[in-house]
């Protein structure tokens, strides 16, 4: 049998409120509730892989959210990594407020960024008396710049 070409077709088929999205050669279904926007960016063949990758790591960073609360006694120590810096809060959940936050840090490299930045977001959590915190590494895996994060907070003084 040959392989059928990588490109498909997808048809669109509503049934009860729902959108039936069939992909042809690939026996790939998907049965879900989507927008019309959905399958407008997903008709004409081009994907924005950035953007898919930020919209997972968001989901990511939502279901995460859902297990760890930050209190004003053990705030969340949240993390965002953008290509060039690197960013750290300390977040109080119960009251929706910021306690502090500390941008990035110009240094050689973005690992020694990453480290300046966890040992300095330590010093102000101690300045204010917090010495425990919950670590919410936003979605991104604990490995590299956030695992320097984490882990000059830890030899800075915080616990988690």
């Known amino acids: 049998m040959a392989r059928q070409s990588a490109k498909c077709k997808i048809l669109k088929t509503e049934l009860l409120g729902y959108i039936l999205y069939f992909t042809i050669y690939n026996l790939h279904f998907a049965f879900a509730e989507q927008s019309e926007a959905y399958f407008e960016r997903r008709s004409n063949g081009v994907r924005d892989k950035s953007k898919e990758k930020r919209e997972t790591r968001k989901r ?33 959940d119960v009251s929706h407020r910021t306690i502090c936050s500390v941008g990035a840090i110009s240094q050689k490299t973005k690992m020694a960024e990453s480290e300046a930045v966890g040992k300095t977001i330590a010093e102000k959590a101690q300045q204010m008396g917090i010495k425990e915190v919950v670590f919410d590494r936003g979605g991104y895996l604990y490995h590299g710049r956030v695992k320097a994060v984490a882990e000059a907070a830890r030899k800075a003084g915080l616990k988690f």
């Open 60 to 92: 990511r960073h939502k279901r995460i959210i859902k297990r760890i609360k930050g209190t004003s006694a053990r705030p969340r120590l949240c993390v965002f990594r953008s290509l060039k810096h690197i960013y750290a809060q300390l977040i109080d």
